[in-house]
């Protein structure tokens, strides 16, 4: 059989070493491979039969080398598609209140003492039942999102028994997230949520230290919100059985030119109260449009893949284990999955979690429909089903892109909209590669070592 080097390669520069070498990273598979010169050269010029037994089978593992004939982006679309098809987790948001105590200025929505009704309630756990006649599933997830998911709790505790009575019915498990900004995530709030209402994972956000989180997410009339949010996190990360209740709890930090200072001092806090062990993982993310013009105070995206390394290395300086290299990423949101929706308080339901409670996307082909006014009346065309389709004929850069498997092409609505979607990963994978290398080398003590000095 004939072969080529494959097109899905990212491979460093040469590194400094007793013998020179270069960290390659094949995204087919997410895998990595260490290669010294020799091989490179072989590799880049495919004289397989140059190469011994060992190395070529290493490469074709890996996929790093495939079938000369393979059309490699058909390949990963189709790998994309079966995982979709082949998935046995129903998911589903359900945002079950359109209020917020914040008014952050870079939110797009509008916030409003609106809250899911009875009525509605029972109108999504009926849709959410007729999902089960497409495929057998095993799991169940929900997503608590909002507004602030936490001031409809009441909303939460009245909808998860029965959510979960449809997971026993159909001989599911069943887990919840919920991403929420914190204010009222009380202790015993927390407790009930992890031992009663099924919530396995949450997401809290925080725009720096007090000093620039509280400049920009504070309450709508102006009051500051971090120490009583960091206070919540805090108490729950050092409960003694924190880890036994199996809830991890991140950290997301948005960042725009405006606080994009306050990531360092925040991961400097964080370490001071000893959380470096606790956060299940503490990320920074730019910020983007929500249906306005946030994204055009975000950093430019090689300025921030660059400041996105400065922050690994603080991280690693003080103890935490920042996540380095990307996996693979074939289900890119549930925008791509067919039988994944989002239902919002007034009974709206999406294919997109960006859209609720936007005035921008009122009426657009984003909304399918309003279950209060019959089931039957939901559309059953999804705009965003086709993303796969489109970058498989080239409508998007991420037809040729190297990083698609690992990324799945982020955004399909960022995309639609004229925004480029690409990640971070893209600017700066070789260096976290090289970061990946020394620590692989050299244990992560000795590398903390080395860029403390």
Known sequence: MNFKRSHYLVITDPISDTIPKRMLLATRTARTLVINESLHTKLQ????????????????????????????????????????????TLYHVIQPTAMCQLGCGYCGQKHTKDYVGAASSELILERIESKFSLKNY???????????????????????????????????????????????????????????????????????????????????????????IFQNLVKIYNRSDFKELACPISIRCNVDERNNESVVPLIKLLAKHNLQDKIAYFYVAPIHAWGNDAHKLSLEKQV?????????????????????????????????????????????????????????????????????????????HRT???????????????????????????????????????????FNIKDKLLMHYAIKKSGKEEFVAMIAD
């Open 45 to 88: 010029n495919e004289d397989w039969d140059e190469m011994n037994d060992n190395d070529f089978d290493k490469l074709r593992q890996i996929e790093a080398i495939v079938p000369a004939n393979e059309n490699e982006l058909q390949t990963i679309i189709g790998r994309n598609k079966a995982a979709v098809a082949d998935g046995n």
């Open 138 to 228: 095993r799991h169940v997830e929900i997503a608590w999102f909002g507004g602030e998911p936490l001031m409809a709790y009441a909303q939460i505790r009245e909808l998860t028994p029965k959510l979960k009575a449809l997971a026993r019915q159909y001989n599911c498990t069943y887990s919840a997230k919920l991403v929420t900004n914190g204010l009222s995530l009380k202790e015993p709030i927390f407790l009930d949520l992890v031992q009663k209402y099924g919530v396995n994972s949450i997401e809290v956000t925080l725009d720096g230290t007090a000093e620039y989180h509280d400049a920009r997410r504070h309450t709508k009339e102006g009051l500051s919100t971090f120490n009583l």
């Open 304 to 380: 921030f893949a660059e400041q996105e390394i400065d922050w690994i290395v603080e991280q690693f300086k003080h103890g935490f284990t920042p996540s380095l290299l990307p996996g693979l990423n074939p289900v890119v949101c549930l925008s791509v999955t067919p039988d994944a929706e989002v239902f919002d308080a007034f009974g709206n339901v999406f294919d997109c979690t960006e859209v609720p409670y936007v005035e921008s996307y009122e009426g657009t082909e984003y909304v399918l429909g309003n279950i209060n006014n019959g089931l039957n009346s939901l559309s059953k």
């Open 384 to 426: 965003l089903l086709s993303f796969n389709d489109e970058i498989m004929d080239g409508k998007y850069p991420c037809t040729s892109c190297q990083m698609l498997p690992v990324c799945g092409g982020s955004c399909p609505k960022s995309w639609r909209e004229g925004m480029a979607a690409c990640p971070t990963n893209k």
